[in-house]
T-cell receptor
Framework: GAGVSQSPSNKVTEKGKDVELRCDPI?????LYWYRQRLGQGLEFLIY????????KSGLPSDRFSAERTGESVSTLTIQRTQQEDSAVYLC?????????????FGAGSRLTVL | AQTVTQSQPEMSVQEAETVTLSCTYD???????LFWYKQPPSRQMILVIR??????QNATENRFSVNFQKAAKSFSLKISDSQLGDTAMYFC??????????FGAGTILRVKS
């Protein structure tokens, strides 16, 4: 597609339920990132995939969070046993890894509300 | 670890005037990239401008320009002839070559008519 696509755009769930958020990167982009943005705050790095390399999971806040990516395609961020503090917008971005500056193109985000 | 600091939580500017947003960063790297992203109320992140650390010349994009001071680890954004559509949250960001993008906390800019 022309841009980074994220689904769902909005998700309301009950505390303790599992949620899956999906990201479709731009075709051909080898790098994919997940960020979390709490209301009125900055972007918190979660995880970074680059080609066939092991992902950088250093930003995942707890073992309830996990992410997968199929090749250089779709990624899914899974949050198990959701808590109210997980409420945030989850932003996905992709980039064409090159020797130059890696400009990230962001999706519109998935807003998660945990009741 | 790299850190990015934006010391101005909020700024206001009158339409058509100039405003400067501050950003400092901390790194021991010599090869890196700096970015300013804009996030309007629609929450879509939009690249405003980028700078390669090895380039001494300050980047410019139309009304947007940066003052990159490598020794001082400072990367401020100047917006000239401010427009109402510039109202947004502005994020400064740092990337080590081939690595993740690290963001500052953001500055809310309000352009007033």
């Amino acid at each position: 597609g022309a841009g980074v696509s994220q689904s769902p755009s909005n998700k309301v769930t009950e505390k303790g339920k599992d949620v899956e958020l999906r990201c479709d990167p731009i075709s051909g982009h080898t790098a994919l990132y997940w960020y979390r943005q709490r209301l009125g705050q900055g972007l918190e790095f979660l995880i970074y995939f680059q080609g066939n390399s092991a992902p950088d999971k250093s930003g995942l806040p707890s073992d309830r969070f996990s992410a997968e990516r199929t090749g250089e395609s779709v990624s899914t961020l899974t949050i198990q046993r959701t808590q109210q503090e997980d409420s945030a917008v989850y932003l996905c971005a992709s980039s064409l890894q090159s020797s130059g500056a890696n400009v990230l193109t962001f999706g519109a985000g998935s807003r998660l509300t945990v009741l | 670890a790299q850190t990015v600091t934006q010391s101005q939580p909020e700024m206001s500017v009158q339409e058509a005037e100039t405003v400067t947003l501050s950003c400092t960063y901390d790194t021991s790297e010599s090869n890196y990239y700096l970015f300013w992203y804009k996030q309007p109320p629609s929450r879509q992140m939009i690249l405003v401008i980028r700078q390669e650390a090895y380039k001494q010349q300050n980047a410019t994009e139309n009304r947007f320009s940066v003052n990159f001071q490598k020794a001082a680890k400072s990367f401020s954004l100047k917006i000239s002839d401010s427009q109402l559509g510039d109202t947004a949250m502005y994020f400064c960001a740092f990337m080590k070559h081939g690595n993740k993008l690290v963001f500052g906390a953001g500055t809310i800019l309000r352009v007033k008519s």
